[in-house]
């Protein structure tokens, strides 16, 4: 199964417990402004769609790396100012990132990304069970 990642760190556990109350409240903070996103499962691949609507895809940007997905990018700005006073504005911009720790059986070797209608799918196939399965070496008479 495909998990959101829990941002744990490698740090000592006295120094964690000290920061524990500032890393709380920066994963709130970055909970708050990550995208939507749900994560599925098929016979032969993963799935991860994540909800960027505004975001060009040259500002998308895709990265495995040791059983961790990673999708960062920056949606931009584009509304005038100029002439307009706002009643308000519920519309967020700025930096994102989200992190998904893929399963064992995932092959990082083998993986999509589609965008379309703002959302962002990328497909991540699984390893072929029959690949694993080991080989009995006969012993031969010397």
Known sequence: MVEKSDFSSNTPS???QMYSPLRWAGEKVAEFFSPSSE???TDTFYEVSVE???VSDSDIHIEVHDNRLSVTGEKQS?????????FFSERS????????????????????A??????L????????ETASVGKSIP???G
Do not use: C, M
């Not at 584009?78 to 706002?86: L, N, Q």
């Not at 589609?114 to 959302?119: E, N, P, Q, S």
């Not at 799918?121 to 072929?128: E, L, M, P, T």
């Open 14 to 16: 006295w120094l964690s």
């Open 39 to 41: 994560a599925a499962t």
């Open 52 to 54: 960027l609507p505004g």
């Open 78 to 86: 584009a509304r005038e100012e100029e002439g307009k006073s706002y």
């Open 93 to 112: 911009y700025g930096k994102f990132q989200r992190i998904f720790h893929l399963p064992p059986d995932a092959d990082e070797t083998k993986i999509s």
């Open 114 to 119: 589609t965008h379309k209608d703002g959302v």
């Open 121 to 128: 799918v990328i497909k991540i196939a699984k390893k072929d």
């Open 139 to 141: 012993v031969n008479k």
